[in-house]
């Protein structure tokens, strides 16, 4: 994968981290990066099993972006999950 295609993937990643965050509900209590990290994490895998299935003819499909916002939707719900909860301390 080539310099161009690791800053695409990145890019991606970050979308797909926000629209899955958006579909799960309550108060976002994880910083940017992280979801930045599950949608580049989703991204790569919804592509794996796209090629896996053999459900893609190698550019964009809609089963390829399905599976993406699917996992990270997934990815976001695990990681909020078990991400440590802000505790507010009194002034």
Known sequence: MTIGGLAAAVVLGAVIGALG???????PTMPAWALMA????????????V????????????WEALFQV????V?????AAFWPKQIRRPH
């Open 51 to 62: 090629h896996v299935f053999e459900l893609g003819d190698g550019g964009w499909s809609l």
């Open 21 to 27: 965050r958006l579909v799960v509900p309550g108060r």
């Open 70 to 73: 699917g996992l990270a939707v």
């Open 38 to 49: 599950v949608g580049v994490v989703a991204a790569f895998a919804g592509t794996g099993l």
């Open 75 to 79: 990815g976001v719900l695990l990681a």
